[in-house]
């Protein structure tokens, strides 16, 4: 099967930054967009930023500007590097992929990394 696994979260002060990854592996025929999503606690879960497989990115407005995510297609995995970082940004980090499988697309998430900004 196909799995996610993140890598890189962990305690920042404030200003610092942080790299989170994600790799895919299993049964991977190609993969299509990939992304990433954060929850806080009390609230929903919410694009943080996202990737097509052409490269074109999109962000939330949070995001913009101090958020860049990659990807390495070779390696089947996704970047988020995270600067200026405040402590809204407290968050577990969720990676999602549309991972075709055989001849099926499907969206496949990671088990979450914790990132937590404080002094």
């Known amino acids: 099967q196909v799995q996610l696994v993140e890598s890189g979260g962990g305690l920042v002060q404030p200003g610092g930054s942080l790299r989170l990854s994600c790799a895919a592996s299993?049964?991977?025929?190609?993969?299509?967009?990939m992304g990433w999503y954060r929850q806080a606690p009390g609230k929903q879960r919410e694009l943080v930023a996202a990737i097509t497989s052409g490269g074109t990115t999109n962000y939330s407005d949070s995001a913009k500007g101090r958020f860049t995510i990659s990807r390495d297609n070779a390696k089947n995995t996704v970047y988020l590097q995270m600067n200026s970082l405040e402590p809204e940004d407290t968050a577990v980090y969720y990676c999602k992929a549309r991972i075709v499988v055989v001849t099926t697309a499907l969206s496949y998430w990671g088990q979450g990394t914790q990132v937590t900004v404080s002094s």
């Open positions: 299993g049964s991977i025929f190609s993969i299509n967009a």
